[in-house]
């Protein structure tokens, strides 16, 4: 069964950094699916943040955290990041990675992701 473990969260004051991680077992990142992470903030709907090889086949990032976050792979260790920089308030979220074999637009989530989202990471930013 494909797993998917995301870690690297925590508190940070605002201006701070983080880089999450997410390590999967039974899945390994290649070009036949989108990699990406998405977050949900309290009372509010679960969205893309960042993805791979998504939507047009290229790199995208919600303009919310353009210019400040960065997402990579590592196939060799299958393992997933998400660099976050200057981070904000209105960041802190659960963070989650997931793989898309339809590589839907990073505005779309994924319908039928591979394997099933895992427990998230926590990230919060205070001011």
């Known amino acids: 069964e494909v797993q998917f473990v995301e870690s690297g969260g925590g508190l940070v004051q605002a201006g701070g950094s983080l880089r999450l991680s997410c390590a999967a077992s039974?899945?390994?990142?290649?070009?036949?699916?989108?990699i990406g992470w998405f977050r949900q903030a309290p009372g509010k709907q679960r969205e893309g943040v960042a993805c791979i090889n998504c939507g047009d086949g290229g790199t995208h990032y919600a303009d919310s955290v353009k210019g400040r976050f960065t997402i990579s792979a590592d196939n060799g260790e299958m393992k997933m990041y998400l660099q976050m920089n200057s981070l904000k308030p209105e960041d802190t979220a659960v963070y989650y990675c997931?793989?898309?074999?339809?590589?839907?637009?990073?505005?779309?989530?994924?319908?039928?992701?591979?394997?099933?989202w895992g427990q998230g990471t926590q990230v919060t930013v205070s001011s």
């Open positions: 997931a793989a898309d074999p339809f590589k839907s637009p990073l505005s779309i989530l994924p319908q039928s992701p591979v394997g099933s």
């Open positions: 039974g899945f390994r990142f290649d070009d036949y699916y989108a």
